[in-house]
């Protein structure tokens, strides 16, 4: 069983930035994709950006892309989004997720969740 436990959410005004972690314990990640999604008030839950197991290809959603980076450790446990020029579209509750597969995750493919952390972007 594989816990992870997502750090960095906060207060931020636009244009500001925030970095959000996430590490996994109990059963290695390191040959799964890892990724993020987000999840606003009364809205759906919505992928925001993935890596593979390498670290070396991500994927990002359009909204984000251009401003946010993700990344991965070399022991690939630890996941990191890091969010510039934030905008108060972006506020949702933050979610780390580590996939079944080793290229990518979708939320269709995720195998668990973290228990999320809030962002909040104002204006």
């Known amino acids: 069983q594989v816990r992870l436990v997502e750090s960095g959410g906060g207060l931020v005004q636009a244009g500001g930035s925030l970095r959000l972690s996430c590490v996994a314990s109990?059963?290695?990640?390191?040959?799964?994709?890892m990724g993020w999604f987000r999840q606003a008030p009364g809205k759906e839950r919505e992928f925001v950006a993935s890596?593979?197991?390498?670290?070396?290809?991500?994927r990002y959603a359009d909204s984000v892309k251009g401003r946010f980076t993700i990344s991965r450790d070399y022991a690939g446990n630890t996941v990191v989004l890091q969010m510039n020029r934030l905008e108060p579209e972006d506020t949702a509750i933050y979610y780390c997720?580590?996939?079944?597969?080793?290229?990518?995750?979708?939320?269709?493919?995720?195998?668990?969740w973290g228990q999320g952390t809030q962002v909040t972007v104002s204006s």
């Open positions: 109990g059963r290695t990640l390191s040959n799964n994709a």
């Open positions: 890596v593979d197991w390498k670290g070396g290809n991500k």
């Open positions: 997720a580590g996939g079944r597969s080793s290229q990518g995750v979708a939320r269709s493919t995720v195998a668990s």
